[in-house]
């Protein structure tokens, strides 16, 4: 009888000492007693396409792909799973039997699996969205809430002309409007979405004021350091229902260690407890 063969896994990036996704996988092949570990790898821009070849070769199963790789992987990769195409940007390799590489974006369905945790009853039709920036996270998010069947989303960046080109390439229900018109294009909306590193710990708040914000719209951030972000506590403040990034970073792992480990682990409240103590 041949021994269990050692997965190993690890999140890619530039710089990566930052990353929870460690202690993430390595809770999760402890409690379900797997012989395997998940480790930084640390590539610098410019040496992404001299690292993913080599992941077949020192045994990788795959690796997360993080800030600033997520798009320029997309074009190193041998095959896309067809969300990821859509999205236009990876955040999942899986090494395939033959040691060609497959690229995945789980960045989606962890967004929206986050609001279900938090609201049960939460839909993406109940009203407009307002989506504050368009990079890599708001594509994902844009898109999943389309999926879901938002009917009316409002996209808002700094550089207007980003906003533009993915409201272009995505089309209804997806409509960009003038930065300068932030404030006001909250009057009706049923969710507010920033996908900005905006509230970012290090970065300055997000300048936005919620006061044509309805009390009943839900307010989420996918920054998860710190866990209450400016806009989220002033949310808060005013009554409206919240919800950080911290869902998205636990739900987006939950596929790729399936595809690794060949386990759809649970978040636990340990867990939980563990990622938050050492945010």
């Known amino acids: 009888m041949n021994p269990p063969s050692y997965g190993l896994a690890g999140v890619l990036g530039w710089p990566v000492a930052h990353s929870r996704s460690p202690k993430i996988h390595s809770y999760w092949i402890s409690k379900y007693g797997l012989l395997g570990a998940y480790v930084q790898l640390p590539v610098a ?88 920036g368009a990079g890599g996270a708001a594509r994902a998010v844009v898109l999943s809430l389309a999926d879901r069947g938002a009917r009316e989303i409002r996209l808002l960046n700094r550089t207007p002309e980003k906003a533009q080109a993915l409201a272009n390439e995505f089309g ?15 009057a009706d909306v049923a969710m507010l979405v920033n996908t900005t590193s905006q509230g970012m710990q290090g970065q300055p708040a997000l300048d936005l004021d919620l006061a044509a914000l309805p009390l009943h719209a839900l307010v989420s951030d996918v920054i998860y350091v710190p866990m209450q972000t400016p806009l989220l506590a002033a949310a808060r403040q005013r009554g409206n229902a919240t919800v950080n990034g911290l869902g998205m970073l636990l739900n987006q792992a939950r596929p790729a260690f399936e595809a690794w480990f060949g386990v759809m682990p649970e978040i636990t409240a340990e867990l939980r407890r563990a990622i938050e103590a050492g945010l």
């Open 172 to 186: 209804a229900p997806v409509r960009a409007l003038p930065w300068s018109q932030r404030h006001a294009a909250l």
């Open 45 to 132: 821009p410019g040496q992404l396409g001299l690292a993913l070849p080599g992941l077949a070769a020192l045994g990788f199963r795959g690796c997360n792909i993080t800030l600033p790789h997520k798009v320029d992987a997309l074009h190193l990769v041998d095959a896309l799973d067809a969300n990821a195409a859509r999205i236009g940007a990876i955040n999942t390799i899986v090494v395939q039997g033959d040691g060609s590489l497959k690229g995945f974006n789980n960045d989606g369905f962890g967004y929206i699996q986050s609001l279900l945790d938090a609201k049960p009853d939460w839909r993406a039709d109940a009203g407009p969205v307002a989506v504050l």
